[in-house]
């Protein structure tokens, strides 16, 4: 099962909003509403942020938002805090009833 | 509040065995599927396996499929795993997840870092 991709990195200022692509085929993303979005700071464990495209856990600010379109999801982080800064992972089922993630994207608030 | 602690890793040659464990609570451990996921030094995250809550279904990564068996025992809220015919690749640090649905991590634990190294 090959990796979703995810741009390595992105960044913008804060009070900005920025988007986060990831690619999958009619195998994972394509397949069903089942990705979400993971959150990593450094030396820390990946938070769930998003999950079944669009739901937020209990606690995430409603500024973290997801969308789905064919084979490619998107994040959308609406007025950048500093604290935002760190890696982002996109993860989908597949029709193969594993998981799979993307590569990652490092997330840059200047 | 879900807590998840791994232990278990450490150095192996190649070739060799480890068993992971991770002790769970704070949640109703029976309820809920489980699942290891791993991270390279310095690289993404990489989902391991999963299984369901009774521990009749697992799942695998084609990457350790035959190679590693992921299992629970409900009456001590632990979940296992069990490592076989270890590679260099398998280095990583290894995380324990709650999770929704079946393969879907909502919960990690801090992580237990395996090294297959001579």
């Known amino acids: 099962q090959s990796a979703l991709t995810q741009p390595a990195s992105v960044s913008g200022s804060p009070g900005q909003s920025i988007t986060i692509s990831c690619t999958g085929t009619s195998g994972d993303v394509g397949a069903y509403n089942f990705v979400s979005w993971y959150q990593q700071h450094p030396g820390k464990a990946p938070k769930l942020m998003i999950y079944?495209?669009?739901n937020r856990p209990s606690g995430v600010p409603h500024r973290f938002s997801g969308s789905k379109s064919g084979n490619t999801a998107s994040l959308t982080i609406s007025g950048l805090q500093p604290e935002d800064e760190a890696d982002y992972y996109c993860?989908?089922?597949?029709?193969?009833?594993?998981?799979?993630f993307g590569g990652g994207t490092k997330l840059t608030v200047l | 509040e879900a807590q998840l602690l791994e232990s278990g890793g450490g150095l192996v040659q190649p070739g060799g065995s480890l068993r992971l464990s991770c002790a769970a609570s704070g949640f109703t451990f029976s309820s809920y599927a489980m699942g290891w996921l791993r991270q390279a030094p310095g690289k993404g995250l990489e989902w391991v396996s999963a299984?369901?809550?009774?521990?009749?279904?697992?799942y695998y990564a084609d990457s350790v499929r035959g190679r590693f068996t992921v299992s629970r025992d409900n009456s001590k809220n632990t979940l296992y795993l069990q490592m076989n015919s270890l590679r260099a690749e398998d280095t990583a640090l290894y995380y324990c997840?709650?999770?929704?649905?079946?393969?879907?991590?909502?919960?990690w634990g801090q992580g237990t870092l395996v090294t297959v190294s001579s």
């Open positions: 997840s709650k999770n929704r649905g079946v393969t879907l991590p909502d919960w």
């Open positions: 299984i369901s809550g009774s521990g009749g279904t697992t």
């Open positions: 993860s989908s089922y597949t029709t193969s009833n594993t998981r799979v």
């Open positions: 079944e495209v669009t």
